[in-house]
């Protein structure tokens, strides 16, 4: 049997919650090394948002599981992806400021993009300071006693998975509703971690919406979206801002962008707790 044949690709009701979250981090995995080689390989700024989505998607998904994972492996898997995804970061918005550059401030943009991939490809192709994610992961996940150290966590690692799912989302939904009914109105920094969290929220609720009725998760992924690109509209501007670098729409754009995050995020507030249902 060839490697990997036969594991299921999606979560299921009658799986473990510790097998579902080996399941998840797999996928990760596998997903950031394929960007990785694609970074080194071709210059297409997608290759580097889809490495950092596959790190942030991760890292959201341990905070789902979190009461079942360890906190000293928790944080140190954590710290690990978060690491690589700050190594990304100064790519990513290089490549975006390079693309909504216009004029000759898009030259100078694209020519700093292309020095800052550069960089990356050098990290990224080093095994040493930089080896192969999937590794590392299987290395975490296959000693389960540490992964899920304590009576506690080993009960909720053996019990079905749709009671961490449950666990997982509200807790998210919850952090999400603290932030208030305005996250547009936000401070630049408050708005930032309003906009992780709507991504926690994501990437947990896109992970088990399998385990769930798909109308009311398909509804409330479709508004997160939405939500998340208008505020990371806010957030796009905001960095050029620092760098001097505004499109000449800018105004128009925030504008724009702040009435549909407000409309949005009211949408997403009256949405159903579909998660709660977790009958067997």
């Not at 790190?55 to 928790?74: E, H, N, P, W």
């Not at 896109?206 to 505020?231: H, N, S, Y």
Request: proline residues 6%; aromatic residues 4%; contains cysteine.
């Amino acid at each position: 049997m060839s490697p990997g044949a036969g594991r299921p690709d999606r979560v299921r009701r009658d799986m473990a919650a510790a097998e579902a979250l080996e399941l998840a981090l797999r996928q990760g995995g596998a997903a950031h090394e394929a960007a990785r080689q694609a970074i080194l390989s071709r210059d297409e700024p997608e290759d580097v948002h889809a490495a950092r989505v596959a790190l942030r998607r991760m890292r959201s998904i341990l905070r789902g599981f979190g009461d079942m994972v360890a906190s000293k492996t928790g944080a140190r898997l954590d710290d690990l992806l978060a690491e690589r995804c700050r190594a990304l970061a100064a790519l990513r918005d290089a490549d975006v400021q390079a693309e909504a550059a216009t004029g000759a401030s898009r030259a100078e943009a694209a020519a700093r993009a292309q020095r800052l991939r550069a960089e990356a490809r050098a990290m990224l192709a080093d095994p040493q300071d930089h080896p192969p994610l999937p590794g590392l992961i299987a290395a975490t996940t296959g000693d389960r006693a540490r992964l899920c150290k304590g009576n506690r966590r080993r009960r909720l690692a053996a019990a079905p998975v749709a009671l961490i799912a449950a666990r997982g989302l509200q807790t998210a939904w919850s952090e999400l509703l603290s932030f208030g009914p305005q996250p547009e109105a936000l401070p630049p920094e408050e708005r930032h971690q309003f906009r992780k969290r709507a991504k926690d929220l994501r990437y947990i609720a896109e992970f088990f919406a399998p385990l769930f009725d798909g109308r009311q998760p398909r509804a409330m992924l479709k508004t997160i979206k939405a939500l998340q690109d208008a505020l990371g509209t806010l957030n796009d501007l905001h960095v050029m801002a620092a760098d001097a670098a505004l499109p000449d729409d800018a105004a128009a754009r925030e504008a724009k962008a702040r009435d549909k995050a407000r409309k949005l995020w009211k949408r997403l507030r009256a949405s159903p707790v579909w998660w709660l249902d977790v009958a067997a």
